[in-house]
């Protein structure tokens, strides 16, 4: 089993492509009638190519493809935006906070003729705190006379402004060759992975679980062995299976394949190449014995997936070892020890015969849609609009914390952001959280909930 020819990447014809991942994008915020729009036209050349809906925006069209020197990148024009889906209109700073979170890079038009108000500097302290690079933007200098105006803005303290007229396309340039300055390649906000390629699939649980027979029955002979790292370490390799028409990536299986000797430490090493593999994946298996008490270590396992922010399925296996009084007991386990991931879909199964492995796929493809599903800002304001009137924050001390908006900020797995006006309590998040799975599915994939406090 261990002596398998292993094939470099490039025998497989797959494996192009993969680093790149999605476009940078860059957000154009600030204060309404700045020229941000006037600014995005003059990038685009007037072009007005629409590729995508952004979410946090109730308007549709505000995301383009934007090109500057050769470098591609995903403009977002935050000018158009009227965020009233719940009859709440969203403050300046609150705006831009949202374009931030959707940003790699963050383009800051300040208009340079009537200098910075309390609204750009409220801005300029959202934009420290979130550490994204800035380019300022001093717009509206149409000539010579208003540069003086642009230099008064190195007092907001983000380096230099670069004075622009974007009406006329004076200086504009430049404010582009500042932004490629701190252009990142990638977008490291929008997933880990670029789509498209085999789904990879990390097959993860503790020792004995019966991985490596899960492993042998997916894959039997249909299988292509890949050497990650061709030419270097042997240890993280790849197997391409295909299974229910497409071809997926098992990741790390060399790990599972190779019998790991109990020794001490065993269970650090275990963890490590758990935590590796994991990295790589999108979705996880994880194996448990069903036949066997749920121990601590099952549980460590899955929490380390749902940190990792991966798609889960849980797979029950040595289905065949299980009698009626088992079977109970497990039940009464698991509604004791998972209930934080009652979420995962649930395959029961028997590696060794390949008793409902076929059960697998559909499971993994739930959890992957799930991992990858947008919700619309509207339709996300619209149902947290009725779950709120119908049940409201406990009023505590007085006041009640109430939900002003919300945004879906990112996928793989879902990503979203609170804006409340007081401290929303963990019950109240679970609270939103149950609801909001029971709205749209989510099954198979950790939802990450993040509450911004209004000052
Ligand atoms: P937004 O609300 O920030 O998107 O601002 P707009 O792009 O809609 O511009 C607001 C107003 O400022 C419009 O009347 C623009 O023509 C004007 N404007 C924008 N950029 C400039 C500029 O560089 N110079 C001058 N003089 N006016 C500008
Ligand atoms: P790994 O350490 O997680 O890779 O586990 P293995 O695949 O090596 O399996 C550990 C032991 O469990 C081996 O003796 C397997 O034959 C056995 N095993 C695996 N799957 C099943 C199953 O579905 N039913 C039964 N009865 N035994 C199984």
Same mark, same amino acid.
């Given at each position: ?16 492509? %993969? ?53 591609? #990148? ?33 383009? #800051? ?23 994204? +690079? ?9 000539? %010579? ?38 252009? +990142? ?245 679970? #609270? ?24």
């Amino acid at each position: 089993e261990e002596d398998r020819e292993l094939l470099s990447s490039e025998g497989t014809g797959e494996g192009q492509g %993969q680093d790149a991942g999605p476009l940078p994008v860059v957000a154009v915020i600030g204060r309404p009638n700045v020229g941000k729009s006037t600014l995005v036209n003059r990038i685009l050349g007037r072009r007005e190519a629409v590729v995508e809906d952004v979410p946090g925006v109730t308007r549709d069209r505000v995301a383009y493809a934007a090109e500057w020197a050769g470098h591609d #990148f995903t403009l977002v024009d935050t000018g158009g935006w009227s965020v009233d889906a719940t009859g709440i209109h969203l403050r300046v700073a609150e705006q831009a906070e949202i374009a931030v979170e959707l940003a790699d890079v963050v383009m #800051f038009v300040v208009d340079a003729v009537v200098g910075a108000t309390d609204d750009d500097e409220a801005v300029v302290r959202l934009l420290r705190r979130s550490g994204k +690079p800035v380019v300022l933007v001093a717009n509206k200098v149409d000539d %010579q006379r208003f540069e003086a105006d642009a230099a008064a803005l190195w007092n907001l303290g983000l380096g230099e402004p670069w004075p622009v007229s974007a009406l006329h396309g004076r200086g504009s340039g430049d404010a582009l060759d500042a932004l490629l300055e701190v252009l +990142p390649r990638v977008s490291s906000v929008g997933g880990a992975y670029a789509p498209g390629g085999p789904r990879r699939v990390a097959l993860i649980g503790r020792p004995n679980v019966g991985k490596s027979s899960m492993l042998n029955r997916l894959a039997g002979s249909d299988r292509v062995v890949v050497d990650a790292v061709a030419g270097t370490t042997r240890d993280p390799v790849d197997e391409l299976v295909e299974l229910g028409g497409r071809t997926w990536r098992f990741v790390d299986t060399a790990g599972i394949r190779r019998r790991v000797h109990q020794t001490r430490g065993a269970d650090f090493y275990a963890s490590l190449r758990t935590q590796t593999a994991l990295e790589k994946a999108e979705v996880a298996v994880v194996l448990i014995d069903a036949s066997e008490t749920i121990a601590e270590q099952d549980i460590r396992v899955i929490q380390q997936v749902v940190d990792a922010g991966r798609a889960l399925v849980i797979a029950y296996n040595k289905w065949d070892l299980l009698d009626e009084e088992r079977r109970y007991y497990l039940e009464r386990e698991i509604e004791r020890d998972l209930v934080q991931v009652r979420w995962a879909p649930r395959v029961n199964v028997t590696a060794r015969t390949g008793r409902h492995l076929d059960k697998l796929v559909p499971a993994l493809e739930l959890a992957l849609d799930s991992w990858e599903t947008r919700v619309p800002t509207a339709r996300l304001n619209a149902f947290l609009g009725e779950v709120v009137a119908g049940h409201p924050h406990p009023v505590r001390g007085g006041k009640q914390p109430r939900i002003l908006f919300a945004t879906q900020a990112g996928t793989r797995p879902p990503r979203f952001v609170l804006f409340a006006s007081g401290f929303i309590e963990a019950g109240y998040r679970r #609270f939103l959280e149950r609801r909001l799975r029971e709205e749209f599915g989510f099954e198979g994939t950790p939802l990450e909930i993040s509450v911004r406090v209004r000052e």
